[in-house]
């Protein structure tokens, strides 16, 4: 993304010339690199309508700093001087624009999993589903990518350290978790990879309530066995090199 573009020079790190901010100035590669993944991101979950305006929120780690999405700023007009970065402890360690609402959130997911990118987003047939049910139904097989039937975290005012905790049980042993009249949130191991599942979440709330709208019948669901044979054929997806 041209707009993105940082300026080089010869000590192998990016950022504007001279005379700016320094935490803006000194940007290694690869966190530059990461920024514009990051917005990349970003701009994906609104423009595949899983977030309205800066409703929602990205972040990737890069060693034990966390680039994150800058609050209320819409991602359409994020540039390479716009980077912001904590520590694991919620420091800001990089730019002058206040993270997220939702640091709290995706700290917890760095700090209890193995994540190395986390995605939250306002995907209207997610949230939907979050009003309904505890658990959202095991429609369909890519359940078992997420990890398991994927949980519904109990109602916490955004932003607090109680989302995170309720996130958290909600996330035990899955990848992605419904966030109750709230949202989604999908973890991995790449920002394509939270990406991914974050779609894939919304996608499997789309067809169950699509199929639990026809009158006089009962959607059919999968069974404990039939998951779990799933989740084995897994393991062995994609292409190995």
Do not use: F
């Amino acid at each position: 993304m041209a707009e993105q573009r940082a300026d080089r020079r010869d000590d192998g790190r990016a950022g504007p010339p001279d005379g700016a901010d320094p935490q803006v100035r000194e940007v290694p590669q690869e966190e530059a690199r990461a920024w514009e993944a990051l917005v990349a991101t970003a701009r994906r979950t609104v423009a595949d309508g899983l977030v309205v305006g800066t409703s929602g929120n990205v972040s990737v780690r890069i060693g034990d700093t966390v680039l994150v999405t800058p609050s209320g700023v819409p991602y359409d007009r994020l540039t390479p001087a716009d980077l912001t970065a904590v520590a694991l402890d919620g420091r800001q360690v990089r730019g002058t624009l206040v993270p997220t609402s939702e640091l709290p959130l995706h700290l917890a997911v760095y700090r209890h999993t193995d994540a190395r990118a986390v995605v939250h987003t306002h995907a209207v047939h997610a949230t939907a589903v979050s009003t309904l049910v505890p658990e959202l139904p095991v429609i369909h097989y890519m359940t078992a990518a997420l990890g398991g039937p994927v949980r519904v975290a109990p109602y916490a005012t955004y932003g607090t350290e109680a989302l995170a905790e309720n996130m958290l049980r909600a996330l035990d042993g899955r990848s992605g978790c419904l966030l109750q009249n709230h949202g989604t949130v999908t973890y991995g191991a790449t920002l394509d990879q939270a990406y991914d599942r974050t779609a894939q979440l919304e996608w499997m709330c789309r067809l169950w309530l699509t199929a639990s709208s026809v009158p006089g019948l009962t959607p059919s669901l999968l069974s404990t066995d039939q998951l779990a044979d799933v989740t084995e054929r897994l393991k062995g997806y994609g292409q190995r090199g």
